[in-house]
């Protein structure tokens, strides 16, 4: 049995999804196929049926999951112990990132580290941050820049390497757009565009309404930031976004209200390190 049909049983686990799964390993979906059936005659189980155009994991893959993942878990600590008897850095590096920090702050970060360590295979996670920060928690990522969370978890490291203003922005049309000296009261008769409550960007905003006693007239909640972007530019409603995301489509209301977001990596010293993510967390600091 070879660790390639465990990598993607663990995909079609998490994604629900042959062709998915496929594509994150950067196979064919015969190939995905292959493997889970071979892990199906390994131990005598049917570990996934049809469901309309996806499939539907059964019982048997439910209680296999939790012991692989530990097992793949326990697997890389071993590569990251002997590693450090290596004096090059090598080997695989499993990231996650939300999408705003991997769209508009890692880029170049990541590219002077894929130049300077060419023999780690750099393994990125595009997640959401809360996310992000429980697969940091089960060990399902090395390291993942994220959102912060207004409370942190004291089983984790945490570094703020970006702070992210935001700002309170509608398209130039909308009837705040036009006005001067807001409050937040003014704000609650008009639709919002806020991300997904649980998110760490929406309970910075929600905050500031409760601290007045105020609620927001939630009509839509989107989580990824550039989706909200678009909605809000089209007149939807008014948002909070990050003060970098604003283009010509949006105006930043008038309104003295202070918000930021810190943005950072957060990682578990508990689990043991490769060289490859030591270096990426010297490079960030």
Known sequence: MNLAAFEAFVRVMETGSISMAAELLFITQPAVTKRIHSLE???????????????QATHAAHSLLPKVKNWLNELGDIHHTLSHEQSEVRGKLKIG??????LHHLPNHLKSYVQQFPNVKLDVHFVDSEQAHEQVIAGDL???????????DDRLNYVTIWNDPLVFVAAPFHPLAQQKNLKLEDLISYPSLLPAAQTY?????LDEFEKQGLKPKITMSNNPLESIRMLAS???????LPKTLINPDLQQLDIKVEMNRKLGMVWHPARTQSRAVQELIEMMK
């Open 41 to 55: 005659d390994y131990f005598g189980v049917k570990l996934f049926e049809s469901a309309g155009r996806g499939v």
């Open 97 to 102: 990132t939300s999408h705003h920090i991997g």
């Open 142 to 152: 090395e390291l993942a820049f994220l959102t912060l969370p207004p409370q942190g």
């Open 201 to 205: 960007t929406s309970q910075i905003t």
């Open 234 to 240: 089209i007149g939807l409603g008014w948002s909070v």
